[in-house]
């Protein structure tokens, strides 16, 4: 994943994104209230990490063999 910083002065940056996983959420966002694949993202990543920033539990989030079904995603995608 990339992620680029160049629009610093909005406040905003850049994360490119494999086009078929971008096809995948602009079909499951028709018809709610999200307006935009970054809008989406945006959201999920929030909810994301607000929920994991007031979690007692350990550091260690995933197990190891999620962690390696994870891996195995992102290779399949283009992320080696």
Wanted: proline letters at 5%; charged letters at 30%.
């Amino acid at each position: 994943m990339k992620i680029k910083s160049e629009n610093k002065s909005a406040g905003y940056g850049t994360v490119s994104l494999p086009l078929p996983l971008i096809e995948k959420i602009k079909k499951k966002i028709e018809g709610t209230g999200m307006n935009s694949v970054s809008a989406y993202v945006s959201f999920i990543l929030r909810q994301i990490l607000s929920s994991t920033e007031n979690s007692p539990l350990s550091p260690e989030l995933i197990d190891k063999k999620t962690e390696e079904e994870l891996r195995n995603r992102l290779k399949n995608l283009g992320y080696a």
